[in-house]
């Protein structure tokens, strides 16, 4: 049974950082592409970026150079590091793991099988 647990999301002044986090029980953590996606109200959820089993990371155009994913194999645990975030990255995110993907990290919501139950990200401006 895979459990994602997200964590760290909260209230931030624009240009300011967060780092989420994400948690994995519920599988070999390591053998999977892990990704993030967020869902501003009203609207479809968006990929972010992900990782996959070498470390290789894929970012949107919105958060490249802004956003970094990273994961701690031993920990089980993903983590997106947010920099110099903007009032439109205002939405819950979510993370997802991709029991089928191995090396190309998916961008579709489609790629994904077990999600989060999200953390709200909100950035003032």
């Known amino acids: 049974q895979v459990q994602l647990v997200e964590s760290g999301g909260g209230l931030v002044q624009a240009g300011g950082s967060l780092r989420l986090s994400c948690a994995d029980s519920?599988?070999?953590?390591?053998?999977?592409?892990m990704a993030w996606f967020l869902q501003a109200p009203g609207k479809e959820r968006e990929f972010v970026g992900g990782i996959n089993l070498s470390g290789y990371t894929y970012y949107a155009d919105s958060v490249k150079g802004r956003f970094n994913i990273s994961r701690d194999n031993a920990k089980n645990t993903v983590y997106l590091q947010m920099n110099s975030l903007k009032p439109e990255d205002t939405a819950v995110h979510y993370c997802a793991v991709s029991s089928r993907l191995r090396g190309r990290i998916g961008g579709s919501v489609m790629d994904y099988d077990s999600w989060g139950r999200g953390t709200q990200v909100t950035v003032s401006s």
């Open positions: 519920g599988r070999t953590f390591s053998s999977y592409v």
